[in-house]
């Protein structure tokens, strides 16, 4: 799917992971793959209470730990999608 489908689709959902003051953990990388398997796409959230507070960091790290495709960074949500 090309990415501005992706990013159309993605402004209608919600934000099934929320990502807070425990950081990106074992258990967020499993529900994220979790998710892209089951819808094809998901939308984070990253929470005030993150320690790591650069998004785009965050973005490019949860790309390479979930081998999934960063569709979008918008605020502090982040759209990814199966590659």
Sequence with gaps: ?????????GQ?????????KNGITKGIIEEINRNIENEGIVKIK???????????????ELSDKSDVRLIEV??????LAEK
């Design 12 to 20: 209608s959902l919600e934000s099934r992971v929320r990502i807070g």
């Design 1 to 9: 799917m090309k990415s501005e489908k992706i990013k159309k689709l």
């Design 46 to 60: 990253i929470l005030r209470n993150c320690p790591e507070q650069d998004v785009e960091v965050i973005a490019s």
């Design 74 to 79: 918008r605020g502090r949500t982040i759209l």
